[in-house]
T-cell receptor, first 115, second 113 residues
């Protein structure tokens, strides 16, 4: 069965470029999350959607980061004017509901390298 | 804020050895606790969880007990296999934001035949 799909798998951007990362959650999953994982670290929460509503964006590192989920399905994480410190793996996860009782399904991530 | 500290790796073991990965947490109230695993080339997946004190989570021969008195959730397996080679992450969700996972830094485990 289809899991959470992320694209591209790898992205190399020159500093200052804008990037867009895509996440296709499991069909029917209400909740969608973005996490950022720096090399050698655990994932860090970025933002949370319930359907199309962005309920928590407290983890977004700066106003260069923007996420959307306009139809409550596919989500895009956009990073404007990329900086070297943005280099990380960006993980998307989805679940049927938003609480700890609903298992999270993670995608394989997009590895972003900013040169 | 809520945080998790787990044993640094890497850890290298022989097959059939006993594995322990220590995890302690700091949180307000009573969090839910999790172990996630990332096998090579795959996405993170839930290994086990415990939602209240003294609960024991178990899966695939792994166990972890929620110890409120020591704020710990150590992962154990009695006899590891080569297929257990992976990165293991301890994580928690707080009661107030129970959708938001806070992860430890991860422990890389390599099991040799």
């Amino acid at each position: 069965g289809a899991g959470v799909s992320q694209s591209p798998r790898y992205k190399v951007a020159k500093r200052g470029q804008d990037v867009a990362l895509r996440c296709d959650p499991i069909s029917g999953h209400v909740s969608l999350f973005w996490y950022q994982q720096a090399l050698g670290q655990g994932p860090e929460f970025l933002t949370y959607f319930q359907n199309e509503a962005q309920l928590d964006k407290s983890g977004l590192p700066s106003d260069r980061f923007f996420a959307e989920r306009p139809e409550g399905s596919v989500s895009t994480l956009k990073i404007q004017r990329t900086q070297q410190e943005d280099s990380a793996v960006y993980l998307c996860a989805s679940s049927l509901a938003g609480s700890y009782n609903s298992p999270l399904h993670f995608g394989n991530g997009t590895r972003l390298t900013v040169t | 804020g809520d945080s998790v500290t787990q044993m640094e790796g890497p850890v290298t073991l022989s097959e059939e050895a006993f594995l322990t990965i220590n995890c302690t947490y700091t949180a307000t109230g009573y969090p839910s606790l999790f172990w996630y695993v990332q096998y090579p080339g795959e996405g993170l997946q839930l290994l086990l969880k415990a939602t209240k004190a003294d609960d024991k989570g178990s899966n695939k021969g792994f166990e972890a007990t929620y110890r409120k008195e020591t704020t710990s959730f150590h992962l154990e397996k009695g006899s590891v296999q080569v297929s257990d080679s992976a990165v293991y992450f301890c994580a928690l969700t707080g009661r107030s934001n129970d959708y938001k996972l806070s992860f430890g830094a991860g422990t890389t485990v390599t099991v040799r035949a």
